[in-house]
């Protein structure tokens, strides 16, 4: 099995399609039979029931602090080779309990030290800021992906959100790199849409990915029904894309040539 690859899906922004992009490619990369772990890093938890988990014993709270070894707290999903990491509102306390503990940035990277080669590839959705959780998911994670909302403010804060994944790179963790930079909520037919994502593209250049994920009320259908777009609506707009792209990171995409 080759290195495995962890990927934390970020924005210090909220509602730009984090989660979404998270949950849709662990599941469409689980569907071709790579073995997948989504970790819900969010309080909100909105990852867990996006794959339809409820009600979990345990969650990411209890390996965070050590309470629970990891493999007990993961769950199986409605996907053979996708398991689950979920969280609930109760890892909102973890930010605080970790603050007077020993290497308290490090902790996810010594939970998931014995069992990532388990997996092919691990994803980590994490809380719309800079706080402690995306510390450690930043310092546990070999690429960073960030979905940008095709909108104004969210393009106002993205050199501020890359200025401090640097900083990050330079103090904690050397191997840290950009997978890239995702546009999403993007309508077409909408000109200041078309004009950030131009401006997105002129300015960042090949750390953008070549497709974007457009608005769609089935993405948010899907949410509700505590499924994935791909497996909600296969045919949607939302859905090819996603398909898109999780086909072109797995036979395309350069893991090697990211900065």
Known sequence: MKKTKVICVMNQKGGVGKTTTAVNLATAFAAVEHKVLLIDLDPQGNATTGVGKLNLKYTIYEALLHLKPFEEIISKTFLPFLDLAGSNNELAGAEIELVPVLDREKHLSIALKHLKSN???IFV???PSLGLLTLNALIACDFVLIPLQCEFYALDGLSRLLSNIQTIKKTFNSNLKILGILLTMYDKRCLLNQQVAKNVRDYFKNIVLPMEIPRSIKIAEASSHGKPIIFY???????????????????????????
């Open 119 to 121: 997996y092919q590839y």
């Open 125 to 127: 959705d994490c809380p």
């Open 233 to 259: 609506d296969c045919k949607s707009a939302g859905a090819l894309r996603y398909l898109e792209l999780a086909n072109y990171l797995l036979t395309t995409f350069n893991w090697n040539s990211q900065v």
